[in-house]
């Protein structure tokens, strides 16, 4: 008989249990939350409540009738996975599709592979990917951001910066020509740029992120991996021709790269164990996000980055390990 159950990830080593983490990082999320709520109004809250009930619902009839074991809505994922696909869908998205996308998120995310810790890919973006491939037009009708919006409907809409450099450079059109009509840097630290309704304030973000770097939730690896890759390669081609390439800052805060990389990049299931892992992951995530925002047909590249280097964190467990205890080591 077995005396030793291992189960899947996340593995608590001290007296956090999984469902401090998760509510620890939904208080952190609170910020950049409240902005959109201010920018993007009832339209925000009302997003957001949908996700997240749409989520725990999900999830709640798949452990019950499918599954037929424990009920674990309350652990606080998929709370979590609710926020965070609220916050990469646009506030003017349709509820329908919000629901679907919840429905994809968890079903196919999250569940399919046997619920928490087991999934090898962040739901929250499996749920964004599948929403920007099913419905293209909405997921990329950006409303602005406008403070204490309480409109549903004929909302105003805009490209994100991201969008604007890319068409611009497409067009010919120097970098001189494309910055005045891209928000500024204090512009785009605040929240007052296009974009999905968690990624638009990086100030928030980051407020979010050095919460749970103090309390422990995260590690500084994979962010600062990720945001260190994706600045030096773009400060690389920046320095090469400014007139053709982005200061490296704008690439730092604007899109979805701060809410990637403090949020998804760091999910503590679907990354690496050690740390040397989670910093090839994080440099990873960073070149594949530079590669497809300055070639591909995307503006911006996160969500694929992150799934595409999910794939990979099985071979980096494996090929990346620390030493245990009394282990020999060989010679040659």
Known sequence: MSLLTVSGSPHVHDSQSVSKIMFGVVISLIPAMLVSFYFFGLAAILLTLTAVVSCMAVEFVIQKYLMKGPVTIFDGSAVITGVLLAFNVPANLPLWMVVIGSIVAIGVGKMTFGGLGKNPFNPALVGRVFLMISFPVHMTNYPKPTAFSTQLTDIVTGPTPLAIMKEGLQKGESVSEIIPHIPEYAQLLLGQMGGSMGEISALALLLGGLFMLFKKIITWHVPVAYLGTVLVFTGIFWLADPG????????????????????MATDMVTSPMSKGGMLIFGVGCGVLTVIIRMFGAYPEGVAFSILIMNAFVPLINRSIKPRRFGEEVKNG
């Open 244 to 263: 053709y390439h982005f200061n490296p800052i704008y690439h730092l805060l604007s899109g979805g790269l701060m809410l990637g990389a403090l949020y």
